[in-house]
């Protein structure tokens, strides 16, 4: 355990870490955290608007298919439902399903609002973002169509 090198006793290390040391990486490691955390988490919200724009756009193409067979737009009251099963009063000229797995909810949980006649078109999808209130600001903003 100790060694006598000129008259003096050494000590031999185990190996451990000090108190300091643990202190010292555990601070740095903080400092990493409370800089690149905010970074990250501001990304992970824009993935999820652009998440939300692609699945717009894939109930647009859906929608179109759809018209194309029926003549027209799913109403309001047929909403996004229309997609996957066939309303009764165009169920003969019906030839969905037009989404593959379904109906999804938008990326904060949320279902996706389907209007026709839209407030600009002849249909209009929104997401009502992350508060999942009509309007709001940043995450909270809606996501539309139009």
């Known amino acids: 355990m100790y060694a006598m090198k ?19 990486v555990i601070v740095i490691i903080g400092l990493l955290a409370a800089y690149v955390g905010p970074k990250y988490f501001g990304q992970l919200g824009k993935s999820q608007v652009t998440i939300a724009r692609a699945q717009i756009e894939a109930f647009e193409k859906s929608l179109d298919t759809y018209r194309l067979d ?18 009764p009063a165009v169920a003969p000229k019906w030839n969905g399903p037009y989404l593959k797995k ?9 279902p996706y609002v389907y209007r026709s006649p839209g407030s600009k078109g ?19 903003a809606d996501v539309s169509s139009q």
């Open 70 to 87: 029926i003549g027209r737009y799913p109403t309001s009251e047929e909403g996004l439902a229309a997609l996957m099963s066939a309303p």
């Open 6 to 24: 000129q008259g003096r006793t050494l000590r031999r290390h185990d190996g451990g870490f000090t108190l300091l040391e643990l202190l010292v």
């Open 102 to 110: 379904g109906i999804p909810q938008d990326p904060w949980g949320h």
């Open 122 to 140: 002849e249909y209009e999808i929104v997401s009502t973002g992350r508060d999942g209130q009509p309007g709001g600001a940043g995450e909270d």
